[in-house]
């Protein structure tokens, strides 16, 4: 159920249910059954004026719950269970951990984040993403998926192989269009997603190469039929392969990171409008303390499009704008200044990404304050803005401010 259909009652028994857990709270923490799960989370009570979901409604408020469970190695086995209930109960990752002399194994519902660029992460496919969610921290939009994995430690490198046999669809700020049906479709083979990743770490340039073989997280499109009562069309996920590297290096007070990707997709000459085209993403960025609590990071995308045709349909159109794939070349800035003070009790950052062909971008400020060592408020916005046609601008009926009262345990 949709966010904008949370029935009154229903958001009305979960924040009696959030008020009352912070006042009750502290109780449990210093339960010793706490400490022995290892049981940490937090509480959260917020306000959205837009959702993602195009409605006419707005203002909404949204409550929810949080808890990672940790507790304790058994045995050499390590577990974890992390979820949350905000319009209904997800568990993000529940996978248990096992050390063996050089050997690292993990198996269960895990969140994998590839790459070292700063949020702009083209070597990144293995998560899945729930755009309509409304959560201040963007990070928390990653669904967990069940995945095997096996690490080999030598030196300052890792090897790490992958398998993750679970697809979870993402889920897209999309606009339907008038006469449009739009359906989703599930991968043909969801089980085939593998990967592998030789990583080092600790010396003096922190590196990797990666390649990802599974299926891609942004959809093509496929035109089913065309009647009396509109077209139909579906989302569909195809595979992809994706060839990667990144590294960062820091220089004192100054980090310089890289990231680069060749993706590889089934539309080899670019001969279907309605499948993306393989192309190169590369982002080179760096990051400066200017001072002991104010640290700006800047970067510079370029996209390529291989075999680049201009698209001839509205259908094309809108799949070039949500993949990017617009321009056989494009490119994109992104900032982000932070500023901490009075003992980081403070905290306010203004992230800025910006395409330069077609001017669109998107502003979000957020400031944090800590009123205690438990609870915490956050205020900010998120500002879409440019054309009708491009990514950006395509969601400027979502621009919204936030805010949020947080109680962590």
């Known amino acids: 159920m949709s966010t904008s259909r949370i ?114 992460n083209p070597t990144d496919q293995w998560s899945s993403r ?17 995945t095997l ?16 046999p679970e697809w979870r669809d993402p889920v897209f700020p999309i606009q339907k269009q008038s006469g449009v049906n739009l359906t989703t479709s599930r991968p043909l083979h969801p089980s085939r997603q593998f990967g592998l990743k030789l990583d080092q ?11 990802y073989d599974g299926n891609n997280r942004m959809p093509n499109l496929e035109l089913i ?45 670019g001969s279907d409008p309605f499948t993306q085209n393989s192309n190169f993403t590369g982002v080179l960025g760096a990051d400066h303390d200017f001072f002991e609590s104010f640290n700006v990071n800047a970067q510079f995308l370029y996209k390529h499009v291989f075999d680049f045709q201009i698209p001839t349909s509205a259908l094309t159109v809108q799949l070039n704008q949500l993949s990017r794939q617009q321009y056989s070349n494009d490119y994109a800035l992104s900032l982000r200044p932070s500023y901490k003070i009075w003992n980081e009790t403070l905290e306010m950052e203004i992230a800025y990404f910006f395409w330069l062909r077609k001017g669109d971008y998107v502003l979000r400020p957020k400031v944090t304050y800590a009123l205690t060592d438990q609870f915490k408020t956050m205020i900010g916005g998120e500002l879409y803005s440019g054309p009708s046609d491009s990514f950006f601008g395509s969601l400027r009926n979502t621009s919204a401010v936030f805010g949020e009262l947080r109680f962590n345990f």
């Open 7 to 120: 029935d009154s009652w229903k958001n009305r028994k979960l924040l009696s249910l959030v008020l009352i857990l912070f006042y009750s709270s502290n109780s449990f923490a210093e339960n010793p059954i706490f400490s022995t799960l290892g049981m940490t989370g937090s509480l959260r009570t917020g306000y959205w004026s837009e959702n993602k979901e195009f409605t006419s409604d707005r203002n909404f408020w949204v409550n929810s719950a949080w808890l990672k469970v940790a507790p304790e190695e058994f045995s050499g086995f390590k577990f974890v269970l992390d979820g949350f209930y905000q319009k209904d109960f997800q568990i993000r990752e529940a996978y248990v951990d096992r050390s063996l002399g050089d050997f690292d194994f993990r198996a269960g519902r895990q969140i994998l984040v590839w790459g070292r660029s700063d949020k702009l």
């Open 225 to 269: 039929s065309v009647g009396a009562s509109g077209v139909d069309v579906k989302l569909r996920f195809d595979r992809i392969q994706v060839y990667g590297f990144d590294f960062a290096k820091n220089f004192g007070n100054y980090a310089i990171r890289g990231e680069f990707a060749y993706m590889e997709t089934s539309d080899h000459q």
């Open 149 to 164: 994995s096996t690490a080999y430690h030598f030196g300052d490198f890792k090897l790490a192989a992958i398998w993750s």
């Open 201 to 211: 770490s600790g010396g003096d340039v922190d590196w990797s190469l990666s390649y």
């Open 130 to 146: 729930d755009y309509q969610l409304l959560l201040v921290d963007d990070e928390e939009l990653r669904l967990g998926a069940l």
